[in-house]
């Protein structure tokens, strides 16, 4: 049976089915829907071209950053493989794509994780590129908005990436101290190194529905204390009746989420400019 | 290959039981004669320990590093604190949920200055492990430590913090109540900080848990201490499906003092005593003193700007790429 669709095989296929429920949906109705399935609501990862789809103003993306390219430091086995089979698999250098992009017409800066390479871990490529997306913001005084998709950091690259976490926070400030307005969006799954740095000091949260949240694999977290764990834990709504996240936004309303919250909380950047 | 440090070091420490024996033997020897027998031997005992250190510690893989950085008689926090930073007085209370034994922290004197001090303290027996969380800190640890943080702005303190946890606690409360958004806030805290910041990984360095509190405009590190971003164990089960591979995910992973320095992540190793600074607490902290009072130094001839701009751009510019 076709599996969920990918980026140019809408022709092969006219079904797509469900990762959620299993049922078969019709591949143009799936697009249609943002790659949302319209008996069970199951919000399918998206890759950043999808994403970029679904959220801005139609053409206004401009990639940049492209040029960095991850290093093998620490000769670590089998990640210059794996790296390279994924960077000619998606034609992308990372698992992070950064660039500025338009809502409604209001300039952001922003970066989308895309859990397809190497589970969007995050190097110090990723991290370079969403600590510039938060500088470009502070600098150029756009909101940011950054789409998390991630295991953590990329264990292959070692200490380098644990100091990620330290580099990404230190770009949240610079946004804090000239008052620019950023806003995370986890997105399936967003996890441990990546969600205890930049992702949790966001000025607004946001999740998308049943989107997975944790700190450490879900394994791990139940091992480790005689406490139940609910049914839902490390959800989007166990996180968010733990008021960790400022709302579940489902995909189709997450543009004019979005938007919204730009336009207000970015306001007092476009005075006396274009606003 | 050894699973504990006690294993690893058996040989050595019962080489090191014998000698207590022997002197023991000797005090209480009256006849002249068999105490200058034992004397020869409680010395010839010592040289074959020392040679036996000068071996063994010579031969340091990756993995016996973890051994050492885990070994319960290791220095701890507190056993630092007590020895060079005289008049600490423990706060606590994260003012929002409870009190965190994993962390300690408090105003403290630094070479006669007053200073905050913020670190990770482990247990040594079963009762103090339970207590201290195995220096796995909840949420409420770190809020603890921004509150100290922020003190110490008001209140124009330098601030010193040691690492030392094997993680952040990961069980299902910490989750629900925010254990990543405590980690994060915490390094966010210290990037405000306008006071000096000196941290130092005594022990182990454990991701996420470490990194929380190790945003110092110095980072320095004790020489048998490990840095990681994955605990050896979680690395090997994730790539090899096999917890046993410990010691090939310990070797990959660079976490010890000299990669962690080689790739520039740290400013200086502090070098331990012989034979570890479990064999010798005293000269351990005198030298972690001496390296704090040089940072420390350099540090307050900076103004206030200064030392955030500076602390900004050390973690600014960590990362290896490269430009297409």
């Known amino acids: 049976m076709a599996k969920v669709m990918k980026p140019g095989e809408a022709n092969g296929g006219n079904f797509v089915q469900c990762k959620g429920c299993k049922k078969t949906l019709f591949a143009s109705e799936f697009k249609d829907n943002l790659f949302v399935c319209n008996y069970c609501g199951h919000h399918h990862r998206l890759t950043w071209r999808q994403r970029v789809e679904c959220t801005f103003d139609e053409g206004s993306f401009k990639p940049l950053d492209t040029e960095l390219v991850s290093v093998d430091s620490l000769q670590f086995p089998e990640y210059a493989e794996k790296h390279t089979a994924s960077v000619e698999k998606l034609d992308q250098n990372d698992s992070v794509v950064g660039g500025i992009a338009q809502l409604d017409g209001i300039d952001v800066s922003t970066a989308i994780s895309d859990f397809t390479f190497m589970g969007g871990s995050m190097g110090s490529v990723a991290g370079e590129i969403i600590t510039r997306a938060l500088e470009r913001g502070a600098e150029q005084k756009m909101p940011v908005i950054i789409f998390c998709a991630s295991g953590g950091a990329r264990m292959q690259e070692g200490l380098l990436s644990l100091m990620q976490m330290a580099k990404t926070t230190a770009g949240v400030h610079k946004c804090r101290e000239v008052g620019v307005p950023f806003i995370a969006v986890f997105t399936d799954p967003t996890m441990a190194g990546v969600l205890a740095s930049y992702a949790s000091i966001a000025d607004v949260i946001i999740a998308e529905p049943r989107c997975l949240i944790g700190f450490a694999g879900a394994r791990v977290s139940k091992q480790a204390q005689v406490v139940k764990a609910p049914d839902d834990f490390q959800t989007a709504e166990f996180v968010f009746r733990s008021g960790m996240l400022d709302r579940i936004v489902e995909r189709r309303e997450m543009r004019g989420m979005l938007t919204s919250l730009v336009s207000m909380f970015g306001a007092h950047l476009r005075e006396g400019t274009n606003g | ?324």
């Open chain 2, 1 to 324: 290959m050894a699973n504990s440090w006690k294993e690893w070091e058996r040989p050595l420490l019962d080489l090191e039981d014998g000698v207590l024996k022997l002197k023991h033997l000797a005090a209480r020897e009256l006849d002249p004669a068999k105490k200058a027998a034992l004397e020869k031997r409680i010395e010839d005992f010592e040289e074959r320990i020392r040679s036996f250190i000068e071996v063994k510690y010579s031969r340091l893989g990756p993995w016996e590093e973890v051994l050492l950085a885990r070994a319960e008689p290791r220095p701890y926090t507190l056993d630092y604190i007590n020895q060079i930073l005289p008049d600490f007085r423990e706060l606590d209370g994260d003012r929002r949920f409870g009190a965190d034994h994993a962390i300690v922290a408090g105003p403290a004197r630094f070479d006669g200055q007053p200073v905050m001090v913020v670190g990770h303290q482990k247990g040594r027996d079963i009762k103090e492990r339970a207590y201290r969380n195995f220096a796995m800190a909840k949420p409420e640890g770190y809020r603890k430590a921004i509150r100290m943080f922020e003190m110490a702005e008001r209140f124009r303190m330098p601030v010193i913090t040691f690492v030392d946890t094997p993680a952040a606690d990961p069980g299902v409360e910490s989750e629900s109540r925010g254990i990543s958004e405590a980690i994060a806030a915490s390094m966010l805290s210290m990037f405000e900080l306008t006071v000096p910041v000196v941290s130092i990984i005594i022990g182990e360095g454990g991701s996420g848990g470490a990194i929380g509190i190790a945003i110092g405009n110095k980072v320095l590190m004790m020489e048998h201490a490990v840095y990681s971003v994955i605990p050896p164990e979680g690395c090997a089960a994730i790539l090899w499906r096999d917890p046993g591979k410990k010691a090939q995910a310990a070797a990959a992973l660079k976490l010890t003092s000299a990669s962690a320095l080689e790739f520039n992540l740290v400013d200086e190793v502090i070098k331990e005593p012989f034979g570890g600074a479990h064999r010798n607490a005293v000269e351990a902290g005198e030298s972690i003193q001496a390296a704090i009072s040089k940072y420390m130094g350099e540090l307050q001839k900076m103004s206030p700007s200064e030392l955030k701009e500076q602390r900004y751009q050390r973690f600014r510019a960590l990362g290896i790429f490269e430009t297409e």
